[in-house]
């Protein structure tokens, strides 16, 4: 609506995981090179944690992105509120695994963890590496999960995990790992997302309006300074507050976004 009027191609603020729009603050950038340490080396598990909207998502589509099909063969996992059983075949699916029965009682455990077993011996003898991305992991709370989980890690070598799993989820799945001991013990990469700085929110919001075609200043630095006050630093929120402004500037044909407009949309947003 607003984009033409902002010269714009596209709209820089959506809330969606688009890695083309990825800013590399310098914690993005280290958990996605921990996260890429885990599938290189082959760990058994990496779990990366962060509050709602601070990018684990969007790092999940970027390994997605950047993990090599040449190398690679991934699996991703969008909602694991599941049973044990519904999630190793899943996990299964999500590998390439056809033809398991659709009734869930006519599935046995065993049968699934062989599926598995068997992709995972094909992948390695073909030279792939094979990973599952679970996101939003902190809704499993199911001890029998957990363990379920901790079967696949089970398929090892000597020196190598056959599967690495990445975990990613908002803080209470630390604790929920920590409380599986026999888990937690194979979790060998752990990272987390905090809020951005200043520097990096001033930097996201010009990055992101770059990718969306507008290189000139739009937000004064009173603007920016404002956006990183309000959102706390946190992506979603910049987006949302950077989203809204851009529309009400464009409903009062503004030249530019000053600290106003940003506290009117906020204040917006505290009434919600
Ligand atoms: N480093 C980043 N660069 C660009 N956009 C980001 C970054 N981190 C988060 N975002 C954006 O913020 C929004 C929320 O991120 P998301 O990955 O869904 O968060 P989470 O999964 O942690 O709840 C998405 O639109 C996402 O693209
Ligand atoms: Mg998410």
């Known amino acids: 609506m607003y984009e033409a009027y902002w010269g714009l191609k596209e709209k820089p603020f959506e809330n969606t995981p688009d890695p083309r729009f990825l800013y590399h603050s310098s914690q993005h950038e280290e958990g996605l090179y921990r996260l890429l340490y885990a599938v290189k080396e082959q760990k058994g598990a990496a779990i990366m944690t962060g509050v709602f909207g601070c ?37 299964a699916t999500s590998l390439g695994v056809s033809g398991l029965p659709s009734k869930k009682t006519e599935v046995l455990t065993n049968v699934v963890l062989d599926e598995i077993s068997k ?87 010009l990055h992101r309006l770059k990718i969306a075609g507008r290189e000139e200043q739009l937000f004064t630095e009173g603007a920016l300074k404002a956006i990183y006050e309000k959102s706390g630093g946190i992506p979603r929120r910049i987006n949302h507050i950077c989203d809204l402004s851009l529309l009400t500037g464009f409903g009062r044909k503004l030249t530019h976004i000053d600290e106003k407009v940003v506290s009117e949309v906020t204040k917006d947003l505290e009434g919600e």
Request: overall charge neutral; charged content about 25%; some cysteine.
């Open 55 to 91: 990018g684990k998502t969007l790092l999940g589509r970027t390994m997605l992105r950047e993990l090599s099909k040449d190398i690679y063969r991934v699996g991703y996992i969008m909602n694991p509120q599941l049973s044990y059983l519904e999630l190793l075949m899943a996990v």
């Open 119 to 205: 992709v995972l011996q094909n992948n390695m003898k073909d030279g792939k590496k094979t990973v599952v991305i679970i996101d939003e992991a902190h809704v499993i709370a199911d001890k029998e999960v957990w363990e379920g989980l901790r079967l696949l890690l089970n398929f090892q070598l000597e020196d190598r995990f056959l599967l690495t799993l990445l975990l990613l989820g908002q803080p209470e799945l630390k604790e929920s790992i920590d409380s599986n001991k026999q888990f937690s013990q194979r979790v060998a990469i752990r990272c987390h997302l905090g809020h951005m700085n200043l520097e990096d929110t001033h930097n996201y919001v």
